[in-house]
């Protein structure tokens, strides 16, 4: 590649690549060059207008474009970011991939002609275009330069040493080093030791391996440092420790080890899709090699149903046409023209449009035969670049950042607590120490007890109970998602889901089936249409079957069989047909109701005397057969029916046959049929026949030994027409309904025309009475103009892909939650944009299921309905053990710090065990319970919760309040007047610890019968709805209850307590139950009054908890300075971390803020008070 100079006339081209060592900053800039300062990091996702973005269809292709005034050296212009694939050490081809990538994304017929067309490129990849690569080739034998190849006046080399090969290099060996091999680099796995340490790097697991840490050292100080008076029972502190190091190791391994099941489930998903083969040519013959083996040089052949594995030049062929719906969005079959003769209507001047020799990978081949040059493969492939592009990292939950924030709150309410507590207790100690007979040890120990009860305190408030909650709540949703046909990529967007308010769908395969079928027909006076059609007087395509004459199932077998191009095949392993949509759904058609048995045999038994391409221009196609009987010939027409009518004069009889005249009361009555099966989006075909005694026909036009199709189409006979829809699927309707219903819009983007797609969402129920635009229209809106008009618009038809990436951004941006559905290549960027992105398991292509969040294994638009449900079900689940977690934090603190104030020894009422009873197993045990509630139906009743909506609602405060008074002023009573009330001696150390013990006893079962009464969120009473449907919530209460006795009765010596007798289980067990009706009068509470009482209360609280958070960070700001200080770093690292330090710093010491308000309503007005703690200080951000 030393010279590569560009030859054609008036066009100068320097493509010299940089050397490895030549930088951005350092280049020297010559003419013709390219120079760019452009980061080598290139983002697929921003679209500049020199982006690489592999995924957008510019509005005006190259294809269509006077290509003799583009400069080439523009054309073949490295983007950002891909520099590195222009530069090939010791290439003996006279491209490189990058040059040869400048072809695809967008199609660019300036590189191809830049290239110097289909030979040009054939030369400069030693290859040749009808015997294709050798099979003998190992290093290539003679270098190529750029001009050699690109010059069009002579098609010879000059002459160039031969290049030394060695005899036993491994094949190919040159071309798989230069362009590389059709495989893309395994995603690597992440191993299950770092996800375990991503799981552990969480604040609240830290929090809590640091109080596990100071609570096992004083336990074990307790058991070992100290000597225990005669009788004392054994010290178990230690316990609390160890306790607290299972709870981390059960939440890191659980989380992590969801993770790592998760990624292997999607690495299983993408295997379903097994290697294929193709053929190619090579040394002349046709071999069937691995899709893996293609090598960039390869000529391919190409068939109808083959999934087009690597980019390439189209050589030639027969009438070949593409679907490349999956790669770029044009939803149109894309017909493919050879490339020299591309080259010479580029020479030429000749007008462009039209011209596409160009072969996409991920493109699909819908009819035609033909050979092309590949010319990318791998990671240099347009198929390759998307691939690699949407490969993402999982990120945490939005859930967990919330709950992090306020476990972080919490511990700091419950530090202040605690160190509230020890300063009380310590002054009380040191004010005592004058009168103090007790000795130095005695002394020591009892103020050790006084920093026991204050780090049991913390341990108290640390919710240890929040990220197993969160991560059970997730881990049962994602497996019983799977289970239900959604498989669950990104954690995140479980919890997500269930807030969404809006869904963007696409029609094809996701709201219909994505097979074309007929499903309604008028032959005579029979008509027939689709099962769920609500008119009773119409019969089903079953009954009109069974009543036609078989002579008419054998005259429409024949027009649709004889008179196609499509074949029997097999698609992932089904049988099935292979051709045009329409083709394929008359085939159906035959096979399914009219007795036709097999496509091979039906064609077999006619005699085809001539067949007649499909005639643009007419819209229609025919077939020539010989009748059996040997009484003459039949000609078989189908094609628009509105155009096949003006044909006809005459009409069949549905029974017989017989014909008759189309008189214009029968012209005027089909012509509305047709117009009536047009509005309801159905495509309509119709069949006509004519029969004659000779062929060719006496007034026939014959050329070249066939009849003109035109000259016989004149004085047809109709026997019908069809009408072809691709059905809504079924239980789509009442799925659309339900997530409207459910507070969720529901978009059509599709890119049909707008009458389509206005009859398929009408039939869904999506459009009712709102907007319908169409993409050109949609694009040309400002932001301002789009804003108005969204919240009204239910259809955005003939649309791009880009239009539904903006359409995407313009709802986040209004505040909305957003899903969208994906199954091509071209549907990443709104997959990626969007919330939460649904791929297609069957029908997606691999791009879209990488750029997805939600796998679709049944391509059902219901199943997003089973994901919306199992999401709002995590954020209850969640909501409902962070009302039970604060309910019991607030008590259990409250308690303790008040009974150790209030006694003279400064010992708690609940002793350092028995705390870890109610602090950890219980928290534990609550959230096995309340993570795995399945949805019911009624969770679609309501509406969703904004982004911006509070974790603790106004009725979870009210509840969290209410039951925390009850269950403060039964213990306190019972601990303060128990003695009195119940006539116990105060100097009975037995009576005594009987009272502690019914004390603890009765605190344990308020919190039991708590758990039922925070399995609802709302107002209404029925706290036992679906109990029975979670045998986990069940299971966990029978084993609590039963730890619970058994520690009474068995666990008097670690616990401090004593077994009680009935009378006192009794009192225990009723004062606990008197919560469940106590929950009934919360719940009849206004709400408006409650949150009135709170802004009253809390305001004060609120000024106080800002100013203390101010203070602690402002003391923390000053520590962090003093730490950075003895840091050694060197100065220029200094000033490089300096300001993103403090910033991160700022970011991490900010409390989170506690509003108060009021109301109930989850959408509130910016001034309408409610209680609330804002947790996601990223929220504004969005």
């Known amino acids: 590649m030393a010279s590569n100079s560009l030859a054609p006339p008036m066009l100068v081209v320097d493509t010299r690549t940089r050397p490895r060592s030549d930088t951005n900053e350092t280049r020297v800039m010559t003419p013709g060059s390219f120079v760019s300062n452009i980061s080598n990091i290139s983002n697929p996702f921003l ?61 660019s017929l300036p590189a191809f002609w830049a290239l110097g067309g289909l030979s040009g490129i054939t030369r400069g990849l030693q290859s040749d275009i009808n015997s294709g690569l050798s099979m003998d080739e190992t290093s290539v034998r003679t270098s190529v330069t750029f001009e050699q190849a690109v010059r069009r006046a002579s098609n010879k080399f000059l002459e160039l040493p031969e290049r030394t090969s060695k005899p036993e290099s491994d094949s190919f060996l040159d071309r798989i080093r230069v362009f590389g091999r059709n495989v893309l680099p395994a995603k690597k796995a992440t191993p299950i030791w770092k996800l375990m340490w ?95 083996d293609i090598l960039v040089g390869d000529v391919l052949h190409l068939e109808p149903g083959d999934l087009v594995p690597v980019d390439g030049i189209f050589i030639g062929g027969h009438d070949m046409k593409c679907d490349e719906s999956s790669a770029t969005g044009e939803s149109d079959a894309i017909k493919k023209t050879p490339g020299e003769q591309v080259m010479i209507a580029l020479e030429s001047g000749a007008n462009q449009k039209g011209l596409d020799p160009f072969i996409i990978s991920g493109s699909k081949v819908l009819e035609g035969v033909g050979t092309f040059l590949c010319t990318s493969v791998g990671v240099h492939s347009s198929f390759g670049k998307i691939m690699m592009s949407v490969r993402t990292d999982i990120e945490a939950t939005p859930l967990q950042k919330k709950l992090e924030r306020l476990a972080v709150a919490i511990a700091k309410l419950g530090g202040a607590a605690a160190g509230l507590l020890f300063f009380v207790l310590l002054f009380r100690f040191v004010a005592n120490l004058s009168t103090d007979a007790r000795t130095s040890s005695e002394k020591a120990s009892a103020f050790l007890d006084i920093l026991i009860v204050a780090v049991t305190i913390i341990v108290v408030a640390v919710p240890e109970g929040l990220p197993l909650a969160v991560t059970l709540a997730l881990a049962f949703a994602t497996t019983r998602l799977l289970k239900e046909n959604n498989l669950v990529r990104v954690l995140r967007a479980c919890e997500t889901m269930g807030n969404a308010t809006a869904i963007c769908s696409d029609k094809t395969g996701t709201l219909t089936t994505n097979k074309m079928t007929v499903v309604a027909g008028t032959f005579g006076q029979t008509t027939f249409t689709k099962s769920e059609s609500e008119k009773s007087d119409t019969q089903t395509i079953s009954q009109w079957a069974s009543n036609i004459s078989q002579k008419t199932k054998d005259a429409v077998v024949q027009s649709v069989a004889i008179n196609s191009t499509a074949f029997e095949g097999e698609e992932s392993g089904q049988f099935t047909f292979i051709g045009s949509k329409t083709e394929t759904a008359l085939l159906q058609l035959a096979r399914d109701h009219l007795g036709m048995q097999s496509l091979a045999e039906a064609r077999a038994n006619e005699e085809v005397v001539q067949m007649m391409p499909f005639d643009s221009a007419k819209k229609c196609m025919g077939a020539v057969i010989k009748l059996r009987d040997g009484s003459g010939y039949r000609l078989l027409v189908k094609g628009a029916s509105e155009i096949l009518l003006n044909y006809c004069s005459e009409k069949a009889d549905a029974e017989s046959l017989a014909t008759s005249t189309l008189t214009i009361d029968d012209r005027n009555g089909l012509k509305s049929v047709i117009d009536s099966y047009a509005k309801g989006s159905l495509r309509t075909i119709g069949i006509v026949y004519q029969d004659f005694i000779q062929w060719p026909p006496v007034n026939a036009e014959v050329e070249d030994g066939h009849v003109k199709f035109e000259s016989v189409l004149k004085d047809l006979v109709w026997l019908g027409l069809v009408g072809i829809q691709d059905p809504v699927r079924p239980g789509v309707p009442e799925a659309v309904r339900r997530a409207q219903k459910a507070g969720v819009v529901v978009r059509m983007v599709t890119g049909d025309n707008a009458v389509t797609a206005q009859a398929i969402a009408t039939e869904c129920g999506i459009y009712t009475d709102g907007l319908i635009m169409e993409g050109p229209d949609f694009r040309r809106l400002s932001e301002e103009e789009m804003d108005a008009k969204l919240p009204k618009l239910q259809v955005l038809a003939r649309s791009s892909p880009e239009d539904k990436r903006v359409l995407v951004a313009r709802l986040k941006a209004l505040g909305e939650t957003v899903a969208v559905t994906g199954d091509g290549t071209n549907d990443a960027p709104a997959l990626k944009t969007a919330d939460v992105g649904f791929s297609m398991g069957i029908c997606g292509t691999e791009v879209a299921k990488e750029a997805s969040e939600i796998v679709l294994m049944d391509d059902n638009f219901t199943s997003i309905l089973t994901a919306l449900k199992w999401g709002r079900a995590v954020n209850d689940s969640v909501q409902k053990f962070l009302q039970f977690q604060i309910t019991v934090n607030i008590t259990a603190v409250l308690l303790a710090f008040i009974s150790a104030v209030a006694d003279p020894d400064s010992h708690s009422v609940l002793t350092a065990v028995q705390l870890l009873w109610v602090n950890l197993i219980m928290d534990t045990f609550a959230a096995l319970a309340l993570a795995t509630d399945p949805p019911t139906e009624r969770v679609l009743d309501r509406l969703p919760q904004p982004k911006s909506a509070p974790i603790i609602t106004t009725n979870m405060w009210k509840m969290i309040i209410g039951q925390a008074i009850f269950q403060l002023a039964v213990t306190l009573v019972l601990y303060f007047a128990g003695s009195s009330i119940l006539g116990y001696d105060p100097d009975d150390e037995l009576q005594q610890t009987e009272l502690k013990t019914m004390v603890f006893n009765t605190f344990v079962w308020m919190q039991i019968f708590n758990e039922f009464n925070n399995r609802r969120l709302d107002n209404k009473f029925n706290i036992f709805e679906g109990v029975h449907r979670n045998k986990f919530f069940i299971l966990i209460n029978c084993i609590m209850i039963g730890a619970q006795i058994a520690i009474i009765f068995v666990g008097g010596t670690a616990f401090e307590i004593t077994a009680i007798d009935g009378t006192q289980w009794a009192i225990c067990v009723i004062a606990a139950a008197v919560s469940l009706p106590w929950a009934i009068v919360v719940r009849l509470f206004p709400d408006a009054w409650f949150a009135a009482i709170a802004k009253t209360v809390g305001t004060p609280v609120v000024i106080v908890y800002k100013y203390l958070a101010n203070l602690y960070n402002k003391v923390s700001a000053i520590f962090s300075r003093l730490f950075k200080r003895t840091r050694k770093s060197t100065p220029e690292e200094k000033l490089e971390e300096k300001p993103q330090e403090n910033d991160e710093s700022r970011e991490r010491e900010r409390g989170p803020e506690i509003v108060v308000s009021e109301g109930d309503d989850y959408f509130h007005p910016s001034n309408a008070p409610e209680i609330q703690i804002i947790e996601d200080l990223e929220q504004g951000r969005r």
């Open 47 to 107: 679209t500049p207008a020199n982006s690489n973005n592999p995924f957008l269809t510019p509005a005006q292709s190259d294809c269509g474009s006077s290509v003799i005034s583009v400069d080439p050296d523009a054309a073949l212009r490295p983007d950002p970011g891909t520099e590195n694939d222009f530069d090939v050490e010791n290439n003996p081809f006279a491209f490189s991939p990058g040059q040869l990538g400048k072809l695809q994304n967008p199609k």
């Open 198 to 292: 991503n799981a552990f790097n969480d604040k609240v697991i830290i929090l809590l391996t640091v109080a596990a840490a100071i609570s096992l050292a004083l336990g074990i100080y307790e058991t070992v440092g100290t000597v225990p008076e005669p009788g004392d029972p054994p010290s178990v502190d230690w316990v609390e420790g160890v306790a607290i190091i299972i709870a981390i190791l059960i939440v890191t391994l659980v989380g992590s080890l969801n993770d790592w099941q998760k990624e292997r489930a999607f690495v299983r998903l993408n295997a379903k899709k097994e290697d294929r083969e193709i053929k190619v040519i090579r040394s002349g013959k046709s071999y069937m090699i691995n899709v893996h």
